[in-house]
C-alpha cells in the first residue's frame, strides 16, 4: 500500500533464505536509489547509476526491476498486511481490521525509514511517471484485499461490491497520500488515514460486512 513499505516479519511470514536474499537484493537497490534521487533527482539519476551505487549490475537491477518507478513503488509488504488481517479477530468489522493494519505499517514506515517515506510520496506528488505507475500497482494489493475480504464476509472475491470497497480503498489510500505531499507532509499521516476510513464508514461502504 502506498507510503506504507516496510515489511515486519513474524514467525508466520518469515520467507525462506532464498526468498531473504531476494528482499535484502531489493533493499539494498531501494537504498541505492533513494540515495541518488536525494543527492541529484529523479530525472538525473539512471538505472546505471543506480547498479554502481548499488554494486549490482545493470540487468541485475532490472531483472528485479523492470522500470526506475517500481524500485520505489515496489516491496514485500502485501504478504505480511494479508496475513496481518486474517490475524484480526474473525468478528470484528472490517473496516477496524483494515484500520488496524494500516495505521501500523503506517507508523511503522514513519518511525524506521521517515526519510524514504518522504522522499516517496514527493516523488509520486511531483513526478507523473512515478504516480501513474502507483496506480497500476494498486492492482495487485487489490486483489490480495478482495480475497481477504472474500474470507471475512463469506462474499466471492469477483464480486463486483468486494471489487469496488478493495479498489475504493486504496485508491482513497493512495489520495490521502497525495494529500499529505500537497500540505508539504506538515499533517500526521496517520491520523489522515483515520479521517478517510471515518469517510468511508460515513458514507456507507462498511455495509460490505452486512
Known amino acids: 500500500m502506498p507510503a506504507a513499505r516496510t515489511s515486519p516479519s513474524t514467525p508466520e511470514t518469515r520467507p525462506g533464505l532464498r526468498e531473504r536474499k531476494k528482499?535484502?537484493?531489493r533493499a539494498e537497490i531501494r537504498r541505492a536509489t533513494f540515495r541518488l534521487v536525494s543527492?541529484?533527482?529523479?530525472?538525473?539519476?539512471?538505472i546505471d547509476q543506480i547498479a554502481e551505487e548499488a554494486e549490482f549490475s545493470p540487468s541485475t537491477v532490472l531483472r528485479y526491476f523492470p522500470v526506475k518507478e517500481d524500485i520505489v513503488l515496489t516491496d514485500e509488504y502485501d504478504p505480511v498486511?494479508?496475513?496481518?488481517?486474517r490475524s484480526r479477530p474473525a468478528d470484528e468489522p472490517l473496516l477496524q481490521s483494515v484500520r488496524a493494519v494500516v495505521t501500523a505499517a503506517m507508523r511503522r514506515s514513519l518511525d524506521?525509514?521517515?526519510d524514504e517515506v518522504l522522499l516517496r510520496t514527493r516523488l509520486m506528488l511531483e513526478v507523473p511517471a512515478?504516480?501513474?505507475r502507483m496506480v497500476e500497482s494498486v492492482s495487485v494489493t487489490s486483489r490480495m484485499l478482495c480475497r481477504v475480504i472474500a474470507e471475512r464476509t463469506g462474499r466471492?472475491?469477483?464480486?463486483?461490491?468486494?471489487?469496488?470497497?478493495a479498489t475504493g480503498l486504496?485508491?482513497?489510500?493512495?489520495e490521502t497520500t497525495l494529500y499529505w505531499a500537497e500540505r508539504g507532509q506538515r499533517d500526521d499521516l496517520v491520523d489522515l488515514i483515520d479521517r478517510m476510513l471515518r469517510?468511508?464508514?460515513?458514507?456507507?461502504?462498511?455495509r460490505i460486512d452486512g
Open 23 to 25: 528482499i535484502k537484493t
Open 81 to 85: 498486511m494479508e496475513s496481518a488481517l
Open 156 to 165: 466471492d472475491a469477483n464480486e463486483l461490491e468486494v471489487r469496488i470497497f
Open 112 to 114: 524506521e525509514h521517515p
Open 199 to 206: 469517510t468511508f464508514e460515513e458514507g456507507g461502504l462498511s
Open 39 to 46: 543527492a541529484q533527482g529523479w530525472d538525473a539519476t539512471t
Open 130 to 132: 512515478v504516480r501513474a
Open 170 to 174: 486504496l485508491a482513497a489510500v493512495l
